[in-house]
C-alpha cells in the first residue's frame, strides 16, 4: 500500500505540472504498465510517434501487473497495459476497466546460468524443469511482486503439484524483472522471465534461455481503459487517442518494428 501511495503521488504531481494555464496546458495520459515493456525499450520506440503526431504526453509508470490494476482500481492511471488475462477481465467486470484490447505478445522462458546445474536443458514441458530445478537445490529466483509473470510462474508451479515456497534454495527477489535478471546472473540462478526483457538485457549478463516454446509460456498483453463512468478524474479522451494508436495498424507496425540485435521483442496481436 505504501508503494501505491508514493506511484499515486508521482502520478498526481506529474498530472499536474503545467494545468495552471488551461489554454496553454499539455495533455498527458497516465499509461501504468509493467516492468517489461519499460526495461526492454519497447514504449520509448512505440510513444515517440504518437507525441510527435498528438502533442499529447505520455506518463509511463512501470510496475508490476498487480500494482498496475490496483492502480486503475484508484483512479491513478487513464490506461493499463499488462499480461494476465484472468485479472484484466475481472478488472472490467468489476467496472474499473472497458474496452480491453490485445496489443502484442511474446513468450516466457526458464534462463539459468549456461552450465545448466539441474540438468534442464532438452526438457520440453516447463513443469519438468522446475521440479528439476527444485530436486536439484539449484537456486531459482522468483520475482514476487505480483506481476504478470509472478503470476504465470504460480500457475506453472502449481500445474507440478509442488509448492516452492518453503525451499531455501527458491528465493523471493520482491523485484521487477530487470533487477531479476540481474540477481540471477550473479547468483548464478534461475528464473523466468518474459522474451523481451531477457534480450534488452542479455548483452549485460552471462544467463541462457534454457527452457523455451511450451503453449503455456505464450505470453499476451492487453491495455484497457480506466472506466471515466467510475472514475471522472481519467483523461478519457486522451486515453482513448492512445488505445486506438496502439491498436491501429501505425501503432501494430512500429511493435513489429521494434528489434534489439536484430530480433522482434514483441509480436503485434494482429500477427498470430
Known amino acids: 500500500m505504501r508503494a501505491l501511495a508514493l506511484f499515486a503521488a508521482v502520478l498526481l504531481a506529474a498530472f ?22 519499460a526495461n526492454s525499450g519497447l514504449l520509448t520506440h512505440l510513444l515517440e510517434p504518437f507525441k510527435t503526431e498528438t502533442g499529447i504526453e505520455v506518463i509511463v509508470v512501470p510496475v508490476g501487473t498487480g500494482q498496475a490494476l490496483a492502480l486503475g482500481r484508484r483512479g491513478d492511471a487513464d490506461l493499463v497495459l499488462v499480461h494476465a488475462r484472468e485479472r484484466e477481465d475481472a478488472f472490467v467486470a468489476e467496472g474499473h476497466g472497458i474496452d480491453r484490447r490485445d496489443v502484442m505478445w511474446n513468450d516466457f522462458a526458464i534462463v539459468g546460468p549456461p552450465s545448466d546445474p539441474a540438468g534442464i536443458r532438452g526438457l520440453r514441458r516447463p513443469g519438468d524443469a522446475l521440479k528439476k530445478i527444485l530436486a536439484s537445490d539449484a537456486l531459482f529466483i522468483s520475482r514476487s511482486d505480483d506481476s504478470g509473470t509472478h503470476i504465470r510462474e504460480r500457475a506453472l508451479w502449481a500445474a507440478t503439484g509442488v509448492d516452492p515456497a518453503d ?12 533487477k531479476c535478471l540481474v540477481m540471477a546472473d550473479e547468483k548464478r540462478a534461475y528464473t523466468l522471465a518474459d522474451r523481451g526483457t531477457y ?7 552471462e544467463l541462457v534461455i534454457l527452457m523455451e516454446g511450451d503453449a503455456s509460456l505464450r505470453n499476451p498483453y492487453g491495455a484497457i481503459l480506466v472506466n471515466p463512468a467510475k472514475h471522472p478524474g481519467v483523461n478519457a479522451s486522451a486515453a482513448r487517442a492512445l488505445l486506438d494508436y496502439m491498436t491501429s495498424p501505425r501503432g501494430q507496425k512500429r511493435i513489429a518494428a521494434f528489434r534489439v540485435d536484430d530480433e522482434v521483442l514483441f509480436q503485434p496481436a494482429t500477427r498470430e
Do not use: H, P
Open 16 to 37: 499536474s505540472t503545467g494545468c495552471g494555464d488551461e489554454g496553454a496546458a499539455t495533455q498527458r495520459v497516465r499509461l501504468v504498465t509493467t516492468t517489461s515493456t
Open 167 to 178: 525451499n531455501e534454495s527458491y528465493w523471493k527477489a520482491g523485484q521487477g524483472m530487470g
Open 199 to 205: 534480450l534488452a538485457f542479455r548483452d549485460r549478463i
